[in-house]
C-alpha cells in the first residue's frame, strides 16, 4: 500500500459530489507516467474506490505559436509515456481536439466518478480548466505535479525576488522533497487500449514546419533521465563555472524535457541533494528550486507575466522615463530572427537557438537586454523576444521563458542598478563584459 499524496499537492475545485466509477486523470503539462504526483493522487482515488483509473491527453492543432520542432519532441516524448502506460495497466487515450471538448466527452463516455488535471500557471491552461470546471458535475481536482512545494503552499502572493521567497521555500523543502513512492499495480485495471493513430495526429497538426525538429535531441522520459544522469555524474560540480562560461557545455540543459514534463523537477532535485556538496550542486539547487519555483510564482499572481505591465513598478517607470531615448541600432523583428545585427555575439547567441533550440542561460539575458536596447519601444522589444523565444527554444511558452525575458528587460525579480541611455536603471550587459568572462570568439566561432 503505498502512502497518500501530500494533500497541500491537491486542490479541490468543484464541491461537487463524488459518484462511483472510473478515476480520470486529463494529463497536458506532466507528460509522463512516473514521478507524477497527478497520477499518483487519481491512482490514489482509484484504488480507495475500486474503480478502474484513466488517462487522457488532448492535443490541440496549435499551441501559441510552436512549431513543428517542439510538436515533434512533445509527440515522440508521449509515444513513449503511451507505451510506459501500457507497461503500467492504464490506458492512456491521445486525443485530438480543444479540452473543454474532448474531456467532458471523455467523462460521459466513460460514466466517470471523478477527474484529476495536473497544474499549471499559464492563461491558456487556465481557460481551459475553467471550461472543463463548467462542463462538470463530479469532483475536480488539480494537483501540482511541476513544482516541489505546491505553488499555492509556497505563497498567496506574487514573491518581490528570489531572496524573499527562498525562505519560505527552504522552510518546506523537508516536508516536500521527498522521494516518490514506486508504483504499484491497480486492482482493478482495463484491458489495455490501441495504440494511437500518430499519422493520423500529426496531420491534424497546424503548426509551422519551418521551424524543424534539431537532430541529436532526443525526446522523451528515458532521454530526459539519461541526460539528467549524465549530467549528475559530470557537469553538476563545474555548474557554478558554466553558469557564467557558455563555452563550457556543464548546465544541465534538461529544460526540453522539464518544460514538457517528460522528466519531473523533484527527480532531478533529489538526485541534485544525494551527489557530492559542492559550490556547483548548490548553485544548481538554487535555479532548479529556488529560481524555477519563482518563475511558477510570478505567472500564478501576475496575469500580465508576458507584457511590461507585468514588471515591477520601478522598472515599468524607468524604461518610460527613457523610453525616447536615442537608440544606437534599431532592428526589425526580421533582421534579429536572421541574426544580422552588427553584434557577432548576439548573432551567434541567435543562431544557437534558431539551430538547437537551446540557448545558454548567460547568454539569454545577453541576448533578451541586446533586443530591449536595439528596439524601437520596451513593447516591441517584449513582443519580439516572447515571440522568437516561443518560435525556437524548445521551452518556449513557459514560466521561465517569460520571466527570463522580463528580468533581462525590466528588472523582475532584480534590482535598480546605475542608470544609463534606454535602460534607465535595470542592469546592463555588454559584449565587454562577455569577454572578461568567457572566451566570445570561440562561442561565435561554435555557433557561426
Ligand atoms: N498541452 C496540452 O495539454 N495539449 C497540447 O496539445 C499541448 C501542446 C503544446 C505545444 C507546445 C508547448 O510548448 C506546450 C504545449 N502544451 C500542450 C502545453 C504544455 O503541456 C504546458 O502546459 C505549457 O507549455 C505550460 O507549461
Redesign the pocket.
Known amino acids: 500500500m503505498i502512502r497518500d499524496v501530500h494533500p497541500d499537492r491537491v486542490r479541490r475545485l468543484n464541491d461537487a459530489p463524488q459518484r462511483l466509477g472510473a478515476v480520470v486523470y486529463w494529463?497536458?503539462?506532466d507528460?509522463r507516467m512516473d514521478d507524477n504526483w497527478a497520477l499518483l493522487f487519481a491512482r490514489e482515488k482509484a484504488e480507495k474506490a475500486q474503480v478502474p483509473l484513466q488517462v487522457v491527453?488532448?492535443?490541440?492543432p496549435s499551441?501559441?505559436g510552436?512549431c513543428l520542432r517542439?510538436?515533434d519532441f512533445?509527440l515522440q516524448g508521449l509515444e513513449e509515456t503511451w507505451n510506459r502506460a501500457q507497461q503500467m495497466g492504464i490506458p492512456l487515450d491521445i486525443r485530438a481536439g480543444t479540452?473543454e471538448d474532448v474531456v467532458p466527452a471523455f467523462v460521459r463516455d466513460l460514466d466517470a466518478g471523478c477527474v484529476v488535471t495536473d497544474f499549471?500557471p499559464?492563461r491558456?491552461?487556465q481557460a481551459?480548466k475553467q471550461g472543463v470546471l463548467q462542463a462538470l458535475d463530479i469532483p475536480f481536482y488539480e494537483v501540482d505535479a511541476?513544482n516541489i512545494i505546491p505553488a499555492w503552499r509556497v505563497s498567496d502572493k506574487q514573491e518581490y525576488a528570489a531572496r524573499t521567497i527562498r525562505p519560505k521555500i527552504q522552510k518546506l523543502l523537508a516536508e516536500f522533497l521527498e522521494p516518490f513512492p514506486a508504483w504499484e499495480k491497480l486492482h482493478v485495471s482495463e484491458e489495455p487500449n490501441t495504440p494511437p493513430d500518430w499519422g493520423v495526429l500529426r496531420n491534424g497538426l497546424d503548426v509551422d514546419v519551418s521551424v524543424a525538429p534539431v537532430i541529436g535531441i532526443i525526446p522523451g522520459y528515458t532521454a530526459g533521465m539519461d541526460r539528467m544522469y549524465a549530467f549528475m555524474a559530470d557537469g553538476l560540480d563545474r555548474y557554478d563555472q558554466s553558469s557564467r562560461d557558455p563555452n563550457v557545455h556543464g548546465l544541465s540543459r534538461l529544460s526540453p524535457w522539464l518544460?514538457?514534463?517528460q522528466i519531473a523537477a523533484q527527480r532531478v532535485a533529489l538526485e541534485a541533494v544525494r551527489s557530492r556538496q559542492t559550490e556547483g550542486q548548490q548553485n544548481f539547487l538554487e535555479q532548479m528550486i529556488i529560481r524555477r519555483e519563482l518563475t511558477d510564482n510570478f505567472c500564478l499572481h501576475n496575469p500580465y507575466y508576458d507584457s511590461i505591465k507585468g514588471l515591477p513598478a520601478w522598472g515599468r517607470a524607468t524604461l518610460d522615463k527613457h523610453r525616447l531615448d536615442v537608440r544606437d541600432y534599431v532592428y526589425s523583428r526580421k533582421d534579429l530572427e536572421d541574426g544580422v545585427t552588427h553584434d557577432p555575439l548576439w548573432n551567434a547567441a541567435q543562431g544557437e537557438m534558431v539551430t538547437t533550440g537551446t540557448m545558454h542561460g548567460y547568454m539569454r539575458m545577453y541576448w533578451a537586454k541586446k533586443i530591449l536596447e536595439w528596439s524601437k519601444t520596451p513593447e516591441d522589444a517584449m513582443a519580439t523576444a516572447i515571440y522568437l523565444n516561443?518560435r525556437y527554444e524548445f521551452?518556449?511558452?513557459?514560466?521561465s521563458g517569460y520571466v527570463g525575458v522580463l528580468w533581462s528587460m525590466g528588472g523582475l525579480h532584480d534590482r535598480p542598478w546605475k542608470e544609463r541611455a534606454v535602460f534607465g536603471t535595470v542592469r546592463y550587459m555588454t559584449a565587454a563584459g562577455c569577454r572578461r568572462k568567457f572566451d566570445v570568439e570561440k562561442y561565435i566561432s561554435d555557433n557561426r
Not at 491527453?57 to 490541440?60: A, E, G, H, N
Not at 521551452?395 to 514560466?399: K, L
Open positions: 494529463m497536458s503539462r507528460q491527453f488532448c492535443l490541440v499551441f501559441e510552436a517542439q510538436y512533445m479540452p499549471d499559464l491558456s491552461k481551459w511541476h518544460h514538457f514534463g516561443d521551452d518556449g511558452r513557459d514560466p
